[in-house]
């Protein structure tokens, strides 16, 4: 034990070196390293010795955490990317679920947390109201990114052609005019920070819908309330400010500081 707890320092520290090699290659300009950083232009960037970031690049390069180029110039590998991508992912359900689970007992509607996968809408949370009439649990599921308003919260900052492209191509029997129909809605959503989905996936639900963006202010899920049309539509105005606020407070766990453009004549 209290060899462990003399090895502790060093090895925070040795973390700590090996972040900074990794920040100063994410860090690089692309403009000024156009192909890559050199072992010296991360020594002097850093203050190092050479020898050292030579040494520490090596070790980087070996566990795929940087790669290498032809001029023997270093960047960030795609490898570390894909990791980054799955810690994120893991952070953001761990995150929603206890803010989704408020949400709902502040609501009294079923909550969900989704994610656009290959263009359609996945579910990968979900918060019951437990009341006797409610939406349907949807984790695992997939739909039609027009056919929800978390569709729409994902779609938010895409441009307008990607969006009619996006719908017509999605489901056969769309047509231009539903196209076009939709991204009205999204055009509208954009302006108030949040979205609704009124009877457009079930003839008897209404779903309100937002974007929740990461810490570069890239829409990576949307958060939804969904249920039986006679309960929401009455209250669409009050449900979205507590969608909104959790909204908030999960972009802000995420580390993003970005605010939603919002309307409050719509709340």
Excluded at 96 to 122: F, H, I
Excluded at 137 to 158: C, E, F, K, Q
Aim: hydrophobic content about 40%.
């Amino acid at each position: 034990m209290a060899s462990e707890q003399k090895q502790t320092p060093a090895a925070r520290s040795g973390a700590s070196r090996v972040m900074a090699v990794l920040d100063a290659l994410a860090s690089a300009d692309p403009v000024v390293f156009p192909d890559g950083m050199s072992v010296s232009d991360v020594a002097r960037t850093l203050g190092r010795e050479k020898s050292v970031v030579s040494r520490q690049l090596k070790s980087l390069l070996e566990t795929g955490m940087v790669a290498r180029r032809p001029s023997m110039r270093y960047e960030l590998s795609w490898r570390l990317f894909a990791l980054a991508v799955r810690a994120g992912d893991q952070r953001l359900t761990t995150l929603a679920s206890p803010l989704l689970l408020r949400l709902t007992e502040t609501v009294r509607e079923r909550t969900y947390l989704s994610v656009l996968s290959d263009g359609e809408v996945l579910t990968v949370l979900s918060e019951g109201s437990r009341r006797s009439v409610e939406a349907v649990n949807w984790v695992g599921r997939t739909i039609p990114a027009h056919r929800s308003s978390s569709g729409m919260a994902l779609l938010m900052d895409y441009e307008d052609e990607h969006i009619l492209e996006l719908v017509r191509r999605g489901d056969q029997r769309g047509s231009d005019r539903e196209a076009q129909v939709f991204l009205a809605q999204v055009q509208e959503a954009r302006r108030r920070g949040y979205t609704v989905a009124n009877r457009i996936f079930d003839p008897e639900l209404v779903g309100i819908g937002a974007p929740v963006r990461d810490f570069t202010g890239r829409i990576t899920a949307a958060v939804n309330i969904s249920g039986p049309a006679f309960r929401v539509e009455p209250h669409i105005r009050t449900l979205a400010g507590h969608l909104l606020s959790t909204m908030r407070v999960l972009q802000s766990a995420l580390g993003s500081d970005v605010r939603p453009c919002t309307d409050p004549s719509d709340l």
